[in-house]
């Protein structure tokens, strides 16, 4: 069966600092692969997503970036946070009909 | 593209009462509308989809109904208890796309 990880669960950034946050996922091969974020009591906005290595699609302008270097692997990066980048990240993955979607355990970010 | 309206936003009923979500799409070639609850702190889960071809679905205490004319679709719950409490999003997607998000509704259930 298909598992998806994610991690770390929390983190504490300075304002500034580097980001990387990294998804895989097991049991499937040429997975679509998203990343949400999640504002406190708020909707899910997606970020980015891709439909194979190397190919993203970028929905909103903002200080990150997402990069798929294997096939089940998805980073979110930025090079400097923003008090505005603190949310709770998911990663999701679909088949080819980009229908269910199935979501990470998520990364609660506070940038302080 | 897609737009997915979601109502109310947050909606309180009694332990044992029915519950009832509404969403509409403006995408005439949307044909899949899944529902997801997301309890605090946690990832959302699919709980119900429905396919265009479909006008209604029913699992357990939980139905959606979908009326393509309208452009509007709903889910049900029924027999409600306090674990139902989470938030709920719809979505629409006409398969080329990622999905769309409703932006949620808060269940509380009250015992």
């Known amino acids: 069966s298909q598992t998806i990880h994610q991690w770390p669960a929390t983190l504490v950034q300075p304002v500034g600092s580097p980001l990387s946050l990294e998804c895989t996922v097991e049991g499937t091969s040429n997975p679509n692969l998203y990343w949400y974020r999640q504002a406190a009591g708020r909707g899910l906005q997606l970020l980015f997503y891709?439909?194979?290595?190397?190919?993203i699609s970028s929905e909103v302008p903002q200080n990150l970036s997402a990069s798929r270097p294997q096939d089940r692997q998805f980073i979110l990066s930025s090079k400097k946070l923003l008090l505005s980048d603190s949310g709770f990240y998911l990663c999701?993955?679909?088949?080819?009909?980009?229908?269910?979607?199935?979501f990470g355990s998520g990364t609660q970010l506070s940038v302080l | 593209g897609e737009n997915v309206e979601q109502h109310p936003s947050t909606l309180s009923v009694q332990e044992g009462d029915s519950a009832v979500i509404k969403c509409t799409y403006s995408d005439s070639a949307s044909n899949y509308f899944p529902w997801y609850k997301q309890e605090l702190g946690k990832r959302p889960q699919l709980i119900i989809d429905?396919?265009?071809?479909?006008g209604e679905k029913k699992d357990q205490r939980i139905a959606v109904t979908l009326n393509k004319t309208a452009k509007h679709f709903s889910l049900h719950i029924t027999e409600t208890q306090p674990e139902d409490s989470a938030v709920y999003f719809c979505?629409?997607?006409?398969?080329?796309?990622?999905?769309?998000f409703g932006k949620g509704t808060r269940l509380s259930v009250i015992a």
């Open positions: 979505a629409g997607n006409s398969g080329n796309t990622p999905l769309v």
């Open positions: 429905i396919r265009s071809n479909v």
């Open positions: 999701a993955w679909s088949g080819g009909g980009r229908e269910k979607l199935f």
């Open positions: 891709s439909v194979g290595i190397g190919q």
